[in-house]
């Protein structure tokens, strides 16, 4: 649709076996990734949203209920289960039941949705805030047709 490129954030901080990649090796690499010219990214991971912001002209902000992102976190896991998702994680980190996903997945909207919020208010470029499916689906309608080639 927009034809950039996608940067999955989880298949650059997670090495395989789910391995972490460290504090200052994720900030460089976040630098890297920003430093190209024309980007989108995926992901939520909030030590590095002030490096992407001061790169970023847009922001897609999906503020959806915690129902919604548990379900659809558990839906996908199980689809996946034991399975590497190549598009999204590096090799060797198969989906699993993490624990700690649902967790913060559960307490997203009171540990963390207001930091974001908090960054999103100083951010100087476009921001777009959905807080249903819906809402975003009709954006995205009128972006495609926006962004139809002439006939």
Known sequence: MLDLPLVHLDRHYWQAGWEPTSPEQWRE???QLVAAPR???????????????????TVIYLDFSTALCLTRVLRRTLRNLGRERADELP????????PALLRYVIGFRRDVRMKI????????????RFASP??????LTALGRENRPAR
């Open 29 to 31: 690499k976040i630098r």
């Open 91 to 98: 090799p060797g980190c198969p989906e699993r039941l993490d």
């Open 117 to 128: 919020l908090d960054h999103l208010a100083g951010f100087s470029g476009t921001t777009y």
């Open 39 to 57: 980007w989108v990214i995926d992901g939520n991971y909030t030590s590095t949203l002030d490096l992407r912001l001061a790169s970023a002209d």
């Open 134 to 139: 819906g809402e975003l689906e009709r954006f």
